[in-house]
């Protein structure tokens, strides 16, 4: 077999390109939580494709069902005709995942990312409501089109954007500037008070774990607040679980524990089960006031995606994956926050909820430092935060109990080797 030179990649490949620099090598075999290279390396997968692949690599029943469907000539195309296996998937989502949790959604299908369902929701709630401007918080990362990108807190992202990202007002995120300030009074004071330059707007967005941000992970109460304003004010509440859900936070929603109720979630990413894209926008049946086409998209019918999404809904047709992913954040936690108590010297920080989390750094260049040694170690994560100042851990979250020891040791040793470098950057 011929090696693949990666210069093909510098020569061919646009510069915009990212991961690929963070993971210099040529993946070719991926299978549960391990990737290997051609060299034949493995690799533990602590990535999880940014979590568009919470059920790990070429799950075997996805897999089955996935290629059973290809081989009988099924429907690969059909943007939004009626297909079996598009209402498969409506009645299994709605049996499996709404209706036991008591809620009544109207599921909408636009383009196939995670971008494409935040503009639905930004459009839909600004055609419903009749207003104008969006609140997003502080850190807050929705996607790389204009809509999503206006509500994105990233300056980097945002710059690219190359016009005026306009109608949005941007709130402190939970604790944003310290544990002391109120700033979900700060957020109220402005909508009473005429003077303050802020209308009342059409939708807040929000997620419940900042993903991109730096694991932020919101309280409880602060998300109940947070709707309790939203009704107070007839403002629309908009949940972007599209990394954070389909059980990255040990329940299918992030918000489930909260016990709140969105009026529009995003979902995305894992909602595919496979890695397959799709992307679906769950709207309050009184806010589903669309005309037929008025936001559409060619790729809306991905109907392979629909066959994987309904395989993964398997896994929720009881509480063990729910009650697994629960016990072993629990072991998540408790390793980095030995690793920060360890090592002082990298003045970390545990972040994050179940399956997403992480240590924020306080020492410039120490979480890339830390991911590029586990990477070298056969560990693949990445970093988050405006500075790239957080490792972060996302690992299937089926992964079983040896390969979550097998990879929190790798991440073990390489933060005790940078640790031990002669000096810390930035400190």
Same mark, same amino acid.
């Given at each position: 077999? +011929?090696?693949?030179? $990666?210069?093909?990649?510098?020569?061919?490949?646009?510069?915009? %390109?990212?991961?690929?620099?963070?993971?210099?090598?040529?993946?070719?075999?991926?299978?549960?939580?391990?990737?290997?290279?051609?060299?034949?390396?493995?690799?533990? &997968?602590?990535?999880?494709?940014?979590?568009?692949?919470?059920?790990?690599?070429?799950?075997?029943?996805?897999?089955?069902?996935?290629?059973?469907?290809?081989?009988?000539?099924?429907?690969?195309?059909?943007? &939004?005709?009626?297909?079996?296996?598009?209402?498969?998937?409506?009645?299994?989502?709605?049996?499996?995942?709404?209706?036991?949790?008591?809620?009544?959604?109207?599921?909408?299908?636009?383009?196939?990312?995670?971008?494409?369902?935040?503009?639905?929701?930004?459009?839909?709630?600004?055609?419903?409501?009749?207003?104008? /401007?969006?609140?997003?918080?502080?850190?807050?990362?929705?996607? $790389?089109?204009?809509?999503?990108?206006?509500?994105?807190?990233?300056?980097?992202?945002?710059?690219? #954007?190359?016009?005026?990202?306009?109608?949005?007002?941007?709130?402190?995120?939970?604790?944003?500037?310290?544990?002391?300030?109120? /700033?979900?009074?700060?957020?109220?004071?402005?909508?009473?008070?005429?003077?303050?330059? !802020?209308?009342?707007?059409? #939708? $807040?967005?929000?997620?419940?774990?900042?993903?991109?941000?730096?694991?932020?992970?919101?309280?409880?109460?602060?998300?109940? %607040?947070?709707?309790?304003?939203?009704? %107070?004010?007839?403002?629309?509440?908009? !949940?972007?679980?599209?990394? #954070?859900?389909?059980?990255? +936070?040990?329940?299918?929603?992030?918000?489930?524990?909260?016990?709140?109720?969105?009026?529009?979630?995003?979902?995305?990413?894992?909602?595919?089960?496979?890695?397959?894209?799709?992307?679906?926008?769950?709207?309050?049946?009184?806010?589903?006031?669309?005309?037929?086409?008025?936001?559409?998209?060619?790729?809306?019918?991905?109907?392979? @995606?629909? !066959?994987?999404?309904?395989? #993964?809904?398997?896994?929720?047709? &009881? &509480?063990?994956?729910?009650?697994?992913?629960?016990?072993? @954040?629990?072991?998540?936690?408790?390793?980095?926050?030995?690793?920060? /108590?360890?090592?002082?010297? $990298?003045?970390?920080?545990?972040?994050?909820?179940?399956?997403?989390?992480?240590?924020?750094?306080?020492?410039?260049?120490?979480?890339?430092?830390?991911?590029?040694?586990?990477?070298?170690?056969?560990?693949?994560?990445?970093?988050?935060?405006?500075?790239?100042?957080?490792?972060?851990?996302?690992?299937?979250?089926?992964? /079983?109990?040896?390969?979550?020891?097998?990879?929190?040791?790798?991440?073990?040793?390489?933060?005790?080797?940078?640790?031990?470098?002669?000096?810390?950057?930035?400190?």
């Amino acid at each position: 077999m +011929t090696k693949t030179d $990666m210069k093909v990649f510098e020569e061919l490949e646009s510069e915009v %390109r990212s991961y690929c620099r963070s993971f210099p090598t040529v993946f070719t075999k991926a299978k549960g939580y391990k990737m290997w290279d051609e060299a034949g390396k493995e690799y533990i &997968d602590f990535f999880s494709g940014a979590g568009a692949l919470n059920y790990g690599h070429n799950d075997p029943y996805m897999k089955e069902k996935l290629v059973e469907y290809i081989l009988s000539d099924g429907v690969t195309h059909s943007l &939004d005709m009626a297909t079996a296996p598009k209402a498969e998937f409506l009645e299994t989502f709605n049996n499996v995942i709404l209706k036991p949790r008591n809620m009544e959604y109207k599921i909408m299908f636009p383009g196939p990312t995670g971008t494409n369902t935040v503009e639905s929701a930004l459009k839909l709630a600004r055609k419903a409501t009749g207003r104008t /401007d969006i609140i997003s918080f502080t850190n807050g990362f929705h996607g $790389m089109t204009i809509g999503s990108l206006s509500v994105t807190g990233n300056s980097f992202k945002r710059k690219g #954007a190359g016009v005026p990202l306009q109608h949005v007002v941007t709130m402190p995120y939970d604790n944003f500037v310290s544990d002391s300030l109120d /700033d979900l009074e700060y957020l109220e004071r402005f909508l009473e008070d005429r003077g303050s330059g !802020v209308a009342i707007p059409a #939708a $807040m967005i929000l997620e419940t774990v900042q993903g991109e941000g730096g694991i932020n992970a919101a309280r409880f109460e602060w998300l109940q %607040r947070i709707e309790a304003i939203c009704k %107070r004010w007839d403002i629309l509440l908009i !949940v972007d679980d599209v990394q #954070a859900g389909v059980g990255r +936070t040990g329940t299918f929603f992030s918000f489930e524990q909260a016990g709140i109720k969105p009026d529009i979630i995003c979902l995305s990413k894992s909602i595919g089960g496979y890695g397959t894209p799709l992307a679906i926008t769950l709207i309050r049946p009184d806010l589903d006031i669309w005309d037929p086409g008025e936001h559409n998209g060619t790729f809306r019918g991905n109907n392979h @995606a629909f !066959v994987t999404a309904t395989a #993964a809904l398997s896994y929720w047709k &009881d &509480d063990t994956l729910e009650r697994n992913v629960q016990e072993k @954040a629990k072991v998540i936690k408790a390793t980095l926050q030995k690793l920060v /108590d360890m090592y002082p010297e $990298m003045k970390g920080e545990v972040r994050g909820r179940g399956f997403m989390a992480g240590v924020a750094s306080e020492i410039e260049g120490f979480a890339s430092k830390v991911t590029a040694e586990a990477f070298q170690r056969g560990l693949i994560m990445e970093t988050s935060g405006p500075e790239d100042e957080v490792f972060k851990l996302f690992p299937p979250i089926n992964i /079983d109990d040896e390969g979550l020891e097998k990879g929190l040791h790798i991440l073990e040793e390489s933060v005790k080797s940078v640790v031990g470098a002669k000096e810390l950057v930035g400190s």
